[in-house]
């Protein structure tokens, strides 16, 4: 099932927005409709900008 695959606490799903459950589901199904819009290289250099953070997961688990 899908849900069990996302892996999700029940108020991180439900405080998901409607883009956010579809990217995660299309992730994870392997049905993903374009290419990344953000490049590795990109992602790179803004965490060596910015450094790494904590996870919006976490912070969804803990309201």
Not at 32 to 43: E, G, H, L, N, Q
């Amino acid at each position: 099932m899908t849900a069990e695959r996302l892996q999700w606490s029940p108020s991180t799903f439900w405080m998901a927005t409607a883009l956010e459950l579809s990217m995660a589901i299309d992730a994870i199904t392997g049905q993903t409709k374009s290419a990344s819009p953000v490049s590795r290289d990109r992602i790179r250099v803004i965490m060596a900008e910015h450094g790494s953070q904590k996870s919006i997961r976490n912070k969804a688990e803990h309201r």
